[in-house]
């Protein structure tokens, strides 16, 4: 009875332990089925995309920056000669024009200066005159030996001293009427004057360290920024033939849109100027060129020190190759793009653009014309990859 029982539960734990080792390889090839399914289904699986058609375009060849606004030429007026500061005749930051007197010094002391130094000018010319005089008499006395040589040669050389005097107290006149003249200040330039450090009634000095007010000249004005040293040899290749036109839009405005009504729309409209100045040296810290382009700015549309958004056209580029910017992708290797073929899959294709214009950007080489790039949907892309275009 014992012996039939445990045989009983001996064969039928064996029949358990065998339909669960039967088990384990159903189960894994069951497991193996599914794997194989879900990975020829991820193998078939076409991912969504936008794409487009390079195309062939005459575009611009445009180099864009970051740059800031220069005065044109920039004066501080300081006073030459000290003394109360009588009168203002402009308002900080008030046009001037060339010429136009902005400050006068009380002229009074340097007035009195310069009479007497005529007074003086004047005595002396009468004292030459006399030894003058005084030369030619003792001349012929001195051939009738009626004086002595040696008294003649004291006459000559008194007559010589005093012209002497009277050459200097003549310029003495004149930098009297010099100092004189440094009380009135006049605009050495036209422009747009700052703040005004001195007000009517304090003692200005001579030479002092601080202007007594700085005049921005702005019509016309510099744009200046710097380009990466690659530019340089096409910056010097284009300029030898025209003038390269650089246009600007402020960045504080960039942006904005400008109200209805307000009349101010050509303020928010590319301001346009000619490159005028190169550096001589690339600047070994940051590689890069220092340039300049000059604006005639007749409005006042740019401002010294503001930040502004610079573009250089250098020349404009027949039958260029050009794609959507948003197709180009950058990697470790470079850029790149991935161009569709014939059986929506796609290749992975290195590319050289240096230039873009609004939105696209020139392929100088690896893509052309007609054949067709991903524009959107790149991530999880790779070489081969099937795609689904989208519009």
Same mark, same amino acid.
């Given at each position: 009875?014992?012996?039939?029982?445990?045989?009983?539960?001996?064969?039928?734990?064996?029949?358990?332990?065998?339909?669960?080792?039967?088990?384990?390889?159903?189960?894994?090839?069951?497991?193996?089925?599914?794997?194989?399914?879900?990975?020829?289904?991820?193998?078939?699986?076409?991912?969504?995309?936008?794409?487009?058609?390079?195309?062939?375009?005459?575009?611009?060849?445009?180099?864009?920056?970051?740059?800031?606004?220069?005065?044109?030429?920039?004066? =501080? %007026?300081? $006073?030459?000669?000290? &003394?109360?500061?009588?009168? !203002?005749?402009? +308002?900080? @930051?008030?046009? /001037?024009?060339?010429?136009?007197?902005?400050?006068?010094?009380?002229?009074?002391?340097?007035?009195?200066?310069?009479?007497?130094?005529?007074?003086?000018?004047?005595?002396?010319?009468?004292?030459?005159?006399?030894?003058?005089?005084?030369?030619?008499?003792?001349?012929?006395?001195?051939?009738?030996?009626?004086?002595?040589?040696?008294?003649?040669?004291?006459?000559?050389?008194?007559?010589?001293?005093?012209?002497?005097?009277?050459?200097?107290?003549?310029?003495?006149?004149?930098?009297?009427?010099?100092?004189?003249?440094?009380? =009135? %200040?006049? $605009?050495?330039?036209? &422009?747009?004057?700052?703040? !005004?450090?001195? +007000?009517? @009634?304090?003692? /200005?000095?001579?030479?002092?360290?601080?202007?007594?007010?700085?005049?921005?000249?702005?019509?016309?004005?510099?744009?200046?920024?710097?380009?990466?040293?690659?530019?340089?040899?096409?910056?010097?290749?284009?300029?030898?033939?025209?003038?390269?036109?650089?246009?600007?839009?402020?960045?504080?405005?960039?942006?904005?849109?400008?109200?209805?009504?307000?009349?101010?729309?050509?303020?928010?409209?590319?301001?346009?100027?000619?490159?005028?100045?190169?550096?001589?040296?690339?600047?070994?810290?940051?590689?890069?060129?220092?340039?300049?382009?000059?604006?005639?700015?007749?409005?006042?549309?740019?401002?010294?020190?503001?930040?502004?958004?610079?573009?250089?056209?250098?020349?404009?580029?027949?039958?260029?190759?050009?794609?959507?910017?948003?197709?180009?992708?950058?990697?470790?290797?470079?850029?790149?793009?991935?161009?569709?073929?014939?059986?929506?899959?796609?290749?992975?294709?290195?590319?050289?653009?240096?230039?873009?214009?609004?939105?696209?950007?020139?392929?100088?080489?690896?893509?052309?014309?007609?054949?067709?790039?991903?524009?959107?949907?790149?991530?999880?892309?790779?070489?081969?990859?099937?795609?689904?275009?989208?519009?």
């Amino acid at each position: 009875m014992v012996n039939d029982h445990g045989a009983h539960a001996y064969r039928t734990s064996s029949f358990r332990f065998g339909a669960l080792a039967t088990g384990i390889p159903l189960l894994m090839l069951v497991l193996s089925s599914c794997s194989k399914s879900s990975g020829m289904h991820r193998k078939e699986t076409a991912s969504p995309v936008t794409v487009a058609t390079a195309a062939k375009e005459t575009v611009p060849i445009r180099v864009s920056t970051i740059g800031n606004v220069e005065a044109y030429s920039t004066v =501080s %007026i300081k $006073a030459l000669v000290g &003394g109360e500061l009588k009168q !203002i005749y402009f +308002k900080e @930051g008030q046009d /001037v024009e060339k010429g136009e007197k902005l400050f006068l010094i009380d002229p009074r002391p340097y007035e009195a200066a310069l009479e007497q130094a005529k007074a003086t000018l004047q005595r002396d010319r009468a004292q030459y005159k006399n030894a003058e005089q005084d030369v030619h008499r003792y001349q012929g006395l001195a051939k009738n030996d009626y004086v002595t040589q040696e008294q003649y040669e004291q006459i000559r050389t008194n007559a010589a001293a005093l012209s002497a005097t009277v050459m200097a107290d003549d310029a003495m006149v004149k930098t009297a009427q010099l100092q004189l003249g440094y009380c =009135s %200040i006049d $605009a050495p330039i036209s &422009g747009r004057t700052g703040d !005004i450090l001195m +007000k009517a @009634g304090n003692i /200005v000095k001579a030479n002092d360290s601080s202007p007594l007010v700085t005049i921005q000249q702005i019509r016309p004005i510099y744009v200046s920024f710097a380009l990466p040293q690659h530019y340089v040899p096409d910056i010097r290749e284009y300029s030898r033939h025209y003038r390269l036109r650089v246009s600007v839009v402020p960045s504080s405005i960039a942006a904005a849109r400008p109200a209805a009504g307000t009349g101010r729309r050509d303020a928010y409209k590319p301001q346009t100027g000619e490159l005028t100045f190169m550096d001589n040296t690339v600047d070994t810290t940051t590689g890069t060129i220092a340039l300049k382009a000059t604006f005639r700015n007749k409005r006042e549309l740019l401002w010294p020190g503001e930040s502004i958004n610079v573009t250089l056209t250098l020349t404009d580029l027949p039958d260029a190759v050009v794609v959507p910017t948003k197709a180009i992708q950058v990697s470790q290797q470079g850029q790149y793009v991935f161009v569709v073929g014939p059986d929506n899959t796609v290749e992975t294709r290195p590319i050289v653009s240096n230039y873009s214009y609004k939105h696209e950007s020139i392929i100088e080489r690896g893509v052309s014309s007609g054949e067709t790039v991903v524009t959107d949907g790149q991530l999880g892309l790779v070489n081969g990859s099937k795609i689904e275009i989208k519009q």
